[in-house]
T-cell receptor, first 115, second 114 residues
Framework: NAGVMQNPRHLVRRRGQEARLRCSPM?????VYWYRQLPEEGLKFMVY????????ESGMPKERFSAEFPKEGPSILRIQQVVRGDSAAYFC?????????????FGPGTRLTVL | KNQVEQSPQSLIILEGKNCTLQ??????????LRWYKQDTGRGPVSLTI?????NTKSNGRYTATLDADTKQSSLHITASQLSDSASYIC?????????????FGSGTRLLVRP
């Protein structure tokens, strides 16, 4: 029973390029959450998705960032025209359902470096 | 503003010793509090989760306490092992419709030396 998988584990982009981060939730989980961790800071909520729906994107920057979770395939976090400040670790978590007590299972993260 | 503060920022202890990590939060209304362990280069892994009605919860050598009145929690690690070296993160969720939106502290970096 594989855990949450993220790829790539490390991604290097030059300023202005696009970054695509992928997340495959645990089997049977239909809820996906993305978090960003800047150096020396705690994880910050970005977006919550269910299959084909964005439920809450209140933590996403208004420009250049988008997320999707299609009916088939992994969830994608896309960052267009990356800037140095986007360098961070991006974690995906999944859960089988959502409640105040549900446990979110985290992937290993994608470390994005913008040159 | 909802915040989670942890102390100390970092800690070095000798193998076999005990240690206690602290967490203060201002999240309100409060639903539950979790402690996660995050190894370098890995995602967080849940250690304990407590609701406002629980005072203590153990998971092996890890014991978490919660005082919902003073909004404080602690994580006690007994008989530390080298593999305990990691960041320990206090995470709180609100008692709202957005309870899935976890609020993370910045963690305590623990180093266990032989």
């Amino acid at each position: 029973n594989a855990g949450v998988m993220q790829n790539p584990r490390h991604l290097v982009r030059r300023r202005g390029q696009e970054a695509r981060l992928r997340c495959s939730p645990m089997k049977g989980h239909s809820h996906v959450y993305w978090y960003r961790q800047l150096p020396e800071e705690g994880l910050k909520f970005m977006v919550y998705l269910q299959k084909e729906n964005i439920i809450d994107e209140s933590g996403m920057p208004k420009e250049r960032f988008s997320a999707e979770f299609p009916k088939e395939g992994p969830s994608i976090l896309r960052i267009q025209q990356v800037v140095r400040g986007d360098s961070a670790a991006y974690f995906c978590a999944s859960s089988p359902f959502t409640s105040s007590y549900n446990e979110q299972f985290f992937g290993p993260g994608t470390r994005l470096t913008v040159l | 503003k909802n915040q989670v503060e942890q102390s100390p920022q970092s800690l070095i202890i000798l193998e076999g010793k005990n240690c206690t990590l602290q967490c203060n939060y201002t999240v309100s209304p409060f639903s539950n509090l979790r402690w996660y362990k995050q190894d370098t280069g890995r995602g967080p892994v849940s250690l304990t989760i407590m609701t406002f009605s629980e005072n203590t919860k153990s998971n092996g050598r890890y014991t978490a306490t919660l005082d919902a009145d003073t909004k404080q929690s602690s994580l006690h690690i007994t008989a530390s092992q080298l593999s305990d070296s990691a960041s320990y993160i206090c995470v709180v969720s609100e008692r709202r419709d957005s309870s899935y939106k976890l609020i993370f502290g910045s963690g305590t970096r623990l180093l266990v030396r032989p």
